[in-house]
């Protein structure tokens, strides 16, 4: 159906009272970002569970009408929609707002409110953290319900928030195995190597990996959109040594990580802030050994089958946690097998039926 069809439907669609959701993927406009991949693979999962049970309207990007089929409804995203809101038109809805800082997020609905982390109290001053907290704090205070994606997050807002008598209810994200058409990447290692994924922002601590390049053969690939701390991962590469063995390669298809996740030796996520941590799930869901930070969520979600660096990443620590690491994976101390088991406890399909559930009771 052409977009503009779709939009036309959607409009005769939501001058109906009864739509039993509305869910707010305006995220859906990054690709290459974990918001992306949470509205793309909730949505989708929820919509497989409502499409008999009331329907669902997506509020998004107009240029992404379309994106969930022809038979759901979509609500463009207008920027005065943060001034003036259209309520006649998710009448009777329950809103999910499904990240912190939605830039809509209409007061007189049954609301669902995702928070996914706070990690702003890990990265910035003081001051900055006040009004963040201030801003999550009103948004709080209009939602139903509040869920959060970890149990560090749940723990960060009864720590930090007032949830005037309002519980926090954790779902884990989900995890899917990659389903398409396999695909080869631009750039692929001459030998062995190591993998990771995500913005290049500092809390992703990027810049401690090339250490693990001292004394051998292995290159480092990291994928993800690029932003100015680039230049401190490269910086320490050279200082070090392993310039030449380190390769960003930007944004990666679906299909160029699966084939870098099959291939890599392992996976490395030494991220200092985190609400969930969805990049090293999918690596473990290859039976991939990987190696983690120990702050906020990650040893949450990694459990007993992740490995893990010392919290000062010590580069001599780390090398030797990695060589042990990977001596217990090739010993078969810790097995594919069990790890990828791991991986697929966070279940999308699971996700969608405790938010399901959450909905339903905002119904009564």
């Known amino acids: 159906m052409h977009t503009n069809h779709i939009l036309i439907a959607t409009f005769a669609r939501n001058n109906r009272p009864t739509e039993m959701l509305v869910f707010d993927c305006e995220k859906l406009k990054f690709p290459d970002t974990g918001l992306y991949h949470f509205c793309d693979s909730l949505g989708k999962a929820l919509k497989k569970r409502l499409a008999t049970d009331g329907g669902m309207t997506f509020f998004l990007n107009r240029k992404l009408a379309g994106h969930f089929g022809d038979d759901c409804g979509y609500l463009p995203y207008r920027s005065i929609y943060k ?12 809103w999910h707002s499904t990240q912190q800082f939605p830039k809509v997020m209409p007061g007189r609905l049954g609301t669902v409110l995702t ?58 994200n989900g995890c899917t195995a990659y389903g398409g058409k396999p695909g080869v990447p631009d750039y692929i290692p001459s030998g062995p190597f190591l993998f990771t994924v995500g913005t290049l922002l500092r ?37 070090l040594g392993v310039l030449d063995r380190v390769h960003v390669t930007g944004p990666v298809s679906e299909a160029a990580k699966d084939w870098y996740m099959r291939n890599c030796r392992a996976f490395l996520f030494p991220s200092i802030a985190e609400g ?34 010392n919290r ?14 990977l001596e217990a ?25 405790e938010y399901i559930r959450i909905y339903k009771s905002l119904e009564q």
């Not at 001034?83 to 329950?94: D, H, L």
């Not at 994976?329 to 039926?353: C, L, Q």
């Open 83 to 94: 001034y003036i809101f259209p309520y006649w038109r998710t009448r009777g809805a329950i």
């Open 203 to 239: 809390k992703k601590n990027f810049h401690v990996l090339p250490a693990l390049l001292v004394g051998n053969g292995y290159e480092l690939v990291i994928s993800g959109l690029r932003f100015s701390y680039e230049e401190q991962i490269l910086r320490t590469a050279s200082e």
């Open 276 to 309: 969930f941590g969805l990049p090293p799930i999918e690596a473990m869901l290859y039976g991939k050994p990987v190696f983690l930070s120990r702050y906020t969520s990650l040893p949450e979600i990694g459990g007993d089958k992740a490995f893990y660096f």
């Open 115 to 172: 928070v996914h982390d706070l990690n702003f109290l890990y990265e910035e001053p003081e001051e900055t953290r006040r009004s963040w907290l201030d801003r999550l704090q009103h948004n709080v205070d209009k939602a139903s319900r509040v869920v959060a994606i970890s149990g560090f997050t749940r723990d960060d807002l009864l720590k930090h928030i007032d949830l005037r008598g309002r519980t926090v209810d954790v779902i884990y």
């Open 329 to 353: 994976y090739d010993s078969g101390k810790v097995t594919p097998e069990e790890i990828s088991a791991h991986a697929r406890k966070f279940s999308w399909d699971k996700a969608a039926e």
């Open 312 to 325: 000062e990443f010590d580069f001599e620590g780390m090398r030797k946690e990695f060589a042990e690491g």
